[in-house]
């Protein structure tokens, strides 16, 4: 399964409030594949357009117990989320199908 990654930003329109939706297969071997080896990783992120020196300054003031510089949640309009809707899906898809993979076929259906 490709890896495969979406960014959101806030409508509120903050530059620090991005978040990303990342789907990944831990399978250990291609022999050894288990649908919970599907994961979907929810990322918070600093601002990747800002500067460096700008993240490094947002860390520090964060570190230092500046309420404004994190966030605990973020607004995604509805019109947004058929992408993720669709991430998920694939996610689902993935797993679904080596549960079916794992099962013997017998009669159109997993014994």
């Not at 620090?16 to 594949?33: K, M, N, P």
């Not at 994961?39 to 230092?64: D, G, M, Q």
Request: with cysteine; hydrophobic share 35%.
């Amino acid at each position: 399964m490709n890896e495969e990654r979406l960014y959101f930003q806030c409508e509120c329109h903050t530059p620090d409030h991005l978040v990303s939706f990342e789907i990944q297969d831990w399978s250990a071997s291609v022999d050894d594949r288990r649908p919970e080896d599907i994961k979907v990783i929810v990322h918070p992120l600093l601002n990747p357009n800002r500067s460096f020196c700008e993240r490094v300054w947002t860390a520090v003031r964060y570190v230092f117990g500046k309420p404004s510089l994190h966030f605990d949640e973020i607004i995604l309009p509805a019109t947004e989320l058929k992408e993720l809707d669709k991430l998920i899906r694939r996610a689902c898809s993935a797993a679904k199908l080596r549960e079916l993979s794992k099962g013997k076929w017998k009669g159109g259906r997993v014994v």
